[in-house]
T-cell receptor, first 110, second 117 residues
Framework: RKEVEQDPGPFNVPEGATVAFNCTYS??????FFWYRQDCRKEPKLLMS???SGNEDGRFTAQLNRASQYISLLIRDSKLSDSATYLC???????????FGKGTMLLVSP | SAVISQKPSRDICQRGTSLTIQCQVD?????MFWYRQQPGQSLTLIAT?????????ESGFVIDKFPISRPNLTFSTLTVSNMSPEDSSIYLC??????????????FGEGSRLTVL
C-alpha cells in the first residue's frame, strides 16, 4: 500500500457543483494532515490543515477518519478558480518527513 | 508568511554537467527543505538543510549527487551533480511558517524547472 494515495482524477465538474476527494494513508502513527493546492506550473500552497474534529473554511470542509486512515476534502459551490491539483499531505508531528500524495486534479467548467 | 526566491526558475542542461539552485528567504529560518517533483509524481523530500551542520538526506538521496550548502539562516543552495535525463524535474525549496508543534505551514519557492538533455 502506498504511503499516501489519491485518485489522480481529473474530476470534471460544472460551476456550483459539490465535489469530494479522499486520500488514504498507510502509517497509522501519522499525526499531521494537510490539503495543499497546486496550480499548473506553480508551487504548492496550503489550503487547510485537517484536525481530528474536522474543520471548515468557507466552502471547504476537511475531515479525518483515523479508524479507516483517510482524510477528505469537500468543496461546495465550485468556482472556476478552484481548478487545480489538490495534494494530500500526511506526516508525524513536526516539520520533516511529510509525505505528499500525487494529487487529485479538479477541473471546474462554466 | 515567508517569501522565497529561487534561481534559476528554469534551465536546460547537458548530461554530465552540474547545476546549482539558489534559495533565498526573506526571514531567518532554522530548517530549509529541498523537494523534487518529477513529472506526474508527488513531491519527494531530498534533504533538510541545517544551518551550521551537514544536511540530512532522505533515503535514496546522497550528498555526492545533491550537495547542499546552508551558509546562513536565510540562504541555501542545492547542486544537482553529474546530471542525467532522469534528473529532469522541478526542484523546490521550502521553509516552515509558524504553526507550533503540530507542524506548520510549508511555504515553497516557485521552483526550478530543470531539463537535462
Amino acid at each position: 500500500r502506498k504511503e499516501v494515495e489519491q485518485d489522480p482524477g481529473p474530476f470534471n465538474v460544472p460551476e456550483g457543483a459539490t465535489v469530494a476527494f479522499n486520500c488514504t494513508y498507510s502509517n497509522s502513527a501519522s499525526q499531521s494532515f494537510f490539503w495543499y493546492r497546486q496550480d499548473c506550473r506553480k508551487e504548492p500552497k496550503l489550503l487547510m490543515s485537517v484536525y481530528s474534529s474536522g474543520n471548515e473554511d468557507g466552502r471547504f470542509t476537511a475531515q479525518l477518519n483515523r479508524a479507516s486512515q483517510y482524510i477528505s476534502l469537500l468543496i461546495r459551490d465550485s468556482k472556476l478558480s478552484d481548478s487545480a491539483t489538490y495534494l494530500c499531505v500526511v506526516g508525524p508531528l513536526g516539520y520533516s518527513t511529510l509525505t505528499f500524495g500525487k494529487g487529485t486534479m479538479l477541473l471546474v467548467s462554466p | 508568511s515567508a517569501v522565497i526566491s529561487q534561481k534559476p526558475s528554469r534551465d536546460i542542461c547537458q548530461r554530465g554537467t552540474s547545476l546549482t539552485i539558489q534559495c533565498q528567504v526573506d526571514s531567518q529560518v532554522t530548517m530549509m527543505f529541498w523537494y523534487r517533483q518529477q513529472p506526474g509524481q508527488s513531491l519527494t523530500l531530498i534533504a533538510t538543510a541545517n544551518q551550521g551542520s551537514e544536511a540530512t538526506y532522505e533515503s535514496g538521496f546522497v550528498i555526492d549527487k545533491f550537495p547542499i550548502s546552508r551558509p546562513n539562516l536565510t540562504f541555501s543552495t542545492l547542486t544537482v551533480s553529474n546530471m542525467s535525463p532522469e534528473d529532469s524535474s522541478i526542484y523546490l525549496c521550502s521553509v516552515v511558517g509558524s504553526g507550533g508543534s503540530r507542524g506548520g505551514e510549508l511555504f515553497f519557492g516557485e521552483g526550478s524547472r530543470l531539463t537535462v538533455l
